[in-house]
């Protein structure tokens, strides 16, 4: 039976591997096992039907999954309620508060245009463990048509216009006053250019210049956004504006640039944010939560300022397991998704930018002087392609080389292999203070990967 979920949902290219049938199956399937099971035949008030919230982001082909979605949730006797275009954390913090059986975002991230995803929220407004999706993945290969209602009892498909509203003004209770600054905002033409400007300029901001707005369903993400800030840096520059936020197509992350355009990424926004609950007594615990593919730079700007660390495998949900476990309050990846869980159940591009931004104001500090005390390592990335990634991870020849790099480093760098959660890849990180030596030492690793996959039979 093929995997269905991955580390985030379901992905996969827009109605080739996702397609609306099988939107229609995991919406059936996952109505199935967490709406509201009644047994009475008497038909039920409106009222305690159960619901289901859907957000979806700028895509072309986010309308028809969507249409699919609703109507295999609807077959199952669950209301659905439409949101639009809507950021993935808005999804989340409106499923808690309307108490609906579950959310669902349409959104494949940062991941280009033709490709398109599923997620799921609890009613607690957090991403599903492992065994709930294995549950709903169950129910999508059953033959659901006996357990379908009828009549009054089929579920409705209705509107939520407020929903942006709704979530602005969550946010705006978190906010501070932008009065004075001057921002430019890059939606990344994904879901946060429904929210993020207007947003800004109802915070007072004295000048809020969006760029990649555009919802024309093919451009999110295209050479923009967080994984692409250098137009938006050059913008900042050209503007004269105090700082530039890029968010990915969902609006869960956040890369900002100082105001001489250079970019500050998630690791450095966790420095500045840190920092300040720390002077104001409110880092709970003195620790933060990083994954492992944090900089080595903000590891030691931490220790520099005496804050603690609790490390995770890279993916935003472990981060969020590793916070409730230790009642931490701020965690995130280098990426820029960052979760502040007094205030969130997941990464909150927006959140996130509010809270770099109160940090300025209540400083009076330009970003480039809050980032100061983050002196980033070079970091080189190499990924090769293998057949069998767990044969070669185990392999005697990648774990000596892996020691002889690590004793090269000495405390001066760290190197990192690890296997890509989505992909047939091995993925290698280096850090240290010249890159060009990390350069060929990757190289040197990379070596004996492929020659460990050739020679064990599992290469290409």
Known sequence: MEKLFGTDGVRGIANRDLTPELAFRLGQAAAYHLGKQRTSDTPPKAETKGKFIIGRDTRISGSMLEAALAAGICSMGVDVYTAGILPTPAVAFLTKKLEACAGVVISASHNPAPDNGIKFFSLSGYKFPDEVEQEIEAQVHRDLEGERPVGDRVGRIIPMPQAGEEYMAFLKGLAPSLEGLNVVVDCANGAAGAIAPRLFKALGAASVIPVYDSVDGMSINVMCGSTHPERMSQKVAACHADLGLAFDGDADRVIAVDENGCIVDGDAIMLV?????????????????????????????????????????????????RLQATDTVLGGEQSGHIIFAQHATTGDGILSALKLMEVMKDTGKKLSELTAPFQRYPQVLQNTRVKDKEAVLQSSELRTVIAQVEDRLGDNGRILVRPSGTEPLIRVMLEGPEKEELEAIAQEVIDVIDGVDGVDGVGE
């Not at 609950?277 to 880092?283: G, H």
């Not at 593919?293 to 995770?312: F, V």
């Open 273 to 321: 944010c840190a920092l300040h609950l720390k002077e104001r007594q409110l880092l709970r615990h003195n620790k933060i939560v990083l994954t492992v593919m944090s900089n080595l730079g903000l590891r030691r700007a931490l220790a520099d300022h005496g804050i603690d660390i609790e490390e995770t495998a890279v993916g935003d949900r472990y981060v969020l397991e």
